[in-house]
């Protein structure tokens, strides 16, 4: 399998993953809408030939985004052509959100073998979970409160759900979703005054590790350009980098208005 088959298996698992509250089909394109909560469930992408003029196209997507409320964004990654994102800038569209994936086989995964005993891991995403990483996030946008639980239970795959408590609360989350013979990590925080502590790679190890007792053979995920702790995390767990992609956003809005809450940090 060549460099591009396995880009486009991470796309598709990107998008069974990580649903949308609308999706519309145009022409070879999706058009994700999610009020903006995150980059990733409120862009367009290319699925297939067009037919449609594409200014026409870049027209139509502006317009729709428009009565959202929100900037039109297109994700962009190595599988298009480069004239597509010169075509975006010559338009004004500006970089947002460089992100990197990283993979790594499970094959030969060993975890460190330290046991956690305030990690829990549940088979179903619970109200408790969602409450826990939102109060993490400081998640006080209401259209987001109200539409992301069902967003989350759109997930058409089957998750694995970690919790990280301390004093009866939750200080740390994880979410691995299983499609196919890889697991995706996401949702992968832990509260900034535990941060340090080896509950993030904790979290991370027991994701891993159950994926694996379930019939996982490769681990992805992706994680914003610039974040280092993160990053070295990631790699201290095996993880190698693999491609980049990023977004090219129609406008930027006003601090505090529409501002995501992307899901890996």
């Known amino acids: 399998m060549d460099t591009k088959q396995k880009i486009k298996i991470m796309e598709d ?12 089909i145009y ?10 909560y995150t980059h990733r469930t409120n862009c367009i992408e290319q699925l297939g030939p067009s037919s449609i003029p594409l200014q026409d196209k870049l027209d139509y997507c502006e317009d729709i985004y428009e009565k959202w409320g929100t900037p039109a ?41 330290k046991q956690n005993p305030n990690i829990t891991l549940h ?32 997930i058409p795959k089957d998750t694995l759900a970690v919790c990280a408590w301390h004093s009866g609360r939750i200080i740390g989350t994880g979410l691995g979703i299983l499609d196919r013979d890889y697991v995706g990590l ?16 904790a979290i991370c190890e027991t994701l891993l590790e159950a994926s694996r007792q379930r019939g996982a053979a490769f681990a992805y995920l992706q994680v914003v350009q610039g974040n280092r702790p993160a990053k070295k995390l990631y790699e201290a767990l095996g993880f190698e980098d693999f491609y980049t992609y990023w977004f090219r956003q129609q406008y930027s809005v006003a601090r505090g208005e529409n501002i995501p809450c992307e899901g890996q940090k």
């Not at 990107?14 to 519309?24: E, G, K, R």
């Not at 939102?134 to 409160?145: R, V």
């Open 13 to 24: 698992l990107s998008l069974n993953a990580w649903p949308s509250y609308q999706m519309q």
């Open 123 to 154: 088979t179903e995403i619970s109200d408790q979970w969602l409450k826990g990483l939102f109060a993490m996030k400081g998640m006080t946008n209401e259209t987001h409160l109200k539409i992301v639980p069902s967003m989350y239970a759109a």
């Open 27 to 36: 022409d070879g394109w999706i058009l994700r809408f999610s009020y903006f």
């Open 73 to 113: 964004i297109y994700k962009i990654n190595p599988l298009l052509d480069s004239s597509f994102d010169q075509k975006l800038m010559e338009r004004g569209y500006f970089m947002a959100h460089v992100t990197e994936v990283m993979t790594r086989s499970l094959y030969a995964y060993k975890a460190s073998g």
């Open 186 to 201: 996401y949702a992968i925080h832990v509260h900034q005054d535990f941060r340090g502590k080896g509950i993030g790679r």
